[in-house]
T-cell receptor, first 114, second 113 residues
Framework: AQSVTQLDSHVSVSEGTPVLLRCNYS??????LFWYVQHPNKGLQLLLK??????LVKGINGFEAEFKKSETSFHLTKPSAHMSDAAEYFC????????????FGTGTRLKVLA | ETGVTQSPTHLIKTRGQQVTLRCSSQ?????VSWYQQALGQGPQFIFQ???????GRGNFPPRFSGLQFPNYSSELNVNALELDDSALYLC????????????FGQGTRLTVV
C-alpha cells in the first residue's frame, strides 16, 4: 500500500529563518512526489515535483526538496521564510501507474512570525 | 492561475438533495480527477476520467458519479446529499493519464445543511 506521512501538523518559524517541513512516504513502485501549497480559501498550487530525475528538486518561491530513497523521505526546505509563506503544505505521492491518483498527507500548517 | 476553472465557487444544499459541480480542464489536458477535502484534512481521491471513461475510483459510494465530455470538461454529481458531504471539492487536470503532474482548480465549497 502507498502512503505519505507528514511528521508535523504545525510548524512555526520566524521571518527570515529556515523552513523545514518533513514528509515520509511508502510506495511499492517508483513514486512521483510533489509538494503543494494551499493558502486560506484557495485551491492547491504546485510548489515542486520529483519524477525520478534529479534527487534535489527546486521549486517556486525559493523552495526545494530532496528525494532520499534510503530514508523514504521528501522533506521541503526554504532558506529564509517570508510572511507570505504562511499556508498549508501538502506532501503528495502518486504511485499508481495508469491511474495517477494522488495520495495526500494530512498537511502541515506553516506559521511565520514577524 | 492554472487554467482549471470550477463552478460554482460556493453553494449550499439541503440534506437529501442532489448537486452537480463543474470543471473545465486546462487547455490540451485530457485527464480530470476529482478530490474531496473535508475541513482540516488532506484531499481524498474520488475518481479520475480519461477520454470520457472512468479510470480509477477511490473509496466513495456510488452516489458520487461523474462525467467527462468530448471537450474534456467534467462534472461531479452527488445524489442524496449527507451532512458529511460538506467539503471543498477540487478538480485537477493532467496533460495525459500517463503524466503524474496535476493542476488544480480553486475548488467548490459545498455546504450541506
Amino acid at each position: 500500500a502507498q502512503s505519505v506521512t507528514q511528521l508535523d501538523s504545525h510548524v512555526s518559524v520566524s521571518e527570515g529563518t529556515p523552513v523545514l517541513l518533513r514528509c515520509n512516504y511508502s510506495s511499492s513502485y517508483s513514486p512521483s512526489l510533489f509538494w503543494y501549497v494551499q493558502h486560506p480559501n484557495k485551491g492547491l498550487q504546485l510548489l515542486l515535483k520529483y519524477t525520478s530525475a534529479a534527487t534535489l528538486v527546486k521549486g517556486i518561491n525559493g523552495f526545494e526538496a530532496e528525494f532520499k530513497k534510503s530514508e523514504t523521505s521528501f522533506h521541503l526546505t526554504k532558506p529564509s521564510a517570508h510572511m507570505s509563506d504562511a499556508a498549508e503544505y501538502f506532501c503528495v505521492v502518486s504511485p499508481v501507474a495508469g491511474t495517477y491518483k494522488y495520495i495526500f498527507g494530512t498537511g502541515t500548517r506553516l506559521k511565520v512570525l514577524a | 492561475e492554472t487554467g482549471v476553472t470550477q463552478s460554482p465557487t460556493h453553494l449550499i444544499k439541503t440534506r437529501g438533495q442532489q448537486v452537480t459541480l463543474r470543471c473545465s480542464s486546462q487547455s490540451g489536458h485530457n485527464t480530470v480527477s476529482w478530490y474531496q477535502q473535508a475541513l482540516g484534512q488532506g484531499p481524498q481521491f474520488i475518481f479520475q476520467y480519461y477520454r470520457e471513461e472512468e479510470n480509477g475510483r477511490g473509496n466513495f459510494p456510488p452516489r458520487f458519479s461523474g462525467l467527462q465530455f468530448p471537450n474534456y470538461s467534467s462534472e461531479l454529481n452527488v445524489n442524496a446529499l449527507e451532512l458529511d458531504d460538506s467539503a471543498l471539492y477540487l478538480c485537477a487536470s493532467s496533460l495525459d493519464v500517463g503524466v503524474p503532474e496535476a493542476f488544480f482548480g480553486q475548488g467548490t465549497r459545498l455546504t450541506v445543511v
